[in-house]
């Protein structure tokens, strides 16, 4: 059974804090993605991943980095929380282009 | 500007009925489209996808159907079921950089009983 594992279902942070959200999956999977779900606005990528230390932009990366120092975990870094970060994070992997992408449980955050 | 539109953000459909959920999207390098179904607190999951080289796609209660020329696809549920309640994801993703998916805003749909 495949499997995207987020390691945190609920987070509340601090503004200002440096925070780490970190996704593992099982299935040998190319490429891996981070987006975040707000109301009216669907999900929308901030980074992706096509390769171990290769990353790309999504469409709003400003205030993230990620990490992918090895092919099945890719972490996404928020350098400075702020209360506009609020969101719930959703992480996804997949073999590559045109197929089904396979996501976490998400993560909640607030940041206060 | 958002590549890929779900113009009605919810739907009500009586338990039987047909549910039809709509998408249209902007970018023609697109080629291959995805329905996903999101349940409160879980992440999505994959329904089932189109390659820009059909018209129409089918997988037990599901059909998804391709306009290509209208830049459109349409989700057709039948019979709905109250289970079938969630928030629906149209993604596409193709001949752009990389392997990027790109998601419209989700229509909620609620079956009532």
């Known amino acids: 059974d495949v499997k995207v594992t987020q390691s945190s279902r609920y987070l509340v942070k601090r503004t200002g804090e440096k925070v780490f959200l970190e996704c593992v999956q099982d299935m040998d999977h190319e490429n891996m993605f981070w987006y975040r779900q707000d109301p009216g606005l669907g999900l929308r990528l901030i980074y992706f991943s096509y390769d171990v230390k290769m990353k790309e932009k999504g469409d709003i990366p400003e205030g993230y980095s990620v990490s992918r120092e090895k092919k099945e975990r890719f972490s996404l870094i928020l350098e400075s929380a702020s209360t506009n970060q609020t969101s719930m994070y959703l992480c996804?992997?997949?073999?590559?282009?045109?197929?089904?992408?396979?996501f976490g449980q998400g993560t909640r955050l607030t940041v206060v | 500007d958002q590549q890929v539109k779900q113009n009605s953000p919810s739907l009500s459909v009586q338990e039987g009925r047909i549910s039809i959920l709509n998408c249209d999207y902007t970018?023609?390098?697109?080629?291959?489209f995805l329905w996903y179904k999101k349940y409160p607190a879980e992440g999505p999951t994959f329904l089932i996808s189109i390659s820009s080289i059909k018209d129409k796609n089918e997988d037990g209660r599901f059909t998804v159907f391709l306009n290509k020329s209208a830049k459109h696809l349409s989700l057709h549920i039948v019979p709905s079921q109250p289970g079938d309640s969630a928030v629906y994801f149209c993604?596409?993703?193709?001949?752009?950089?990389?392997?990027?998916?790109?998601f419209g805003p989700g229509t909620s749909l609620s079956v009532i009983p």
């Open positions: 970018n023609s390098m697109f080629d291959y």
């Open positions: 996804a992997s997949n073999w590559g282009l045109n197929t089904e992408a396979f």
């Open positions: 993604a596409a993703s193709g001949r752009t950089s990389y392997d990027k998916v790109i």
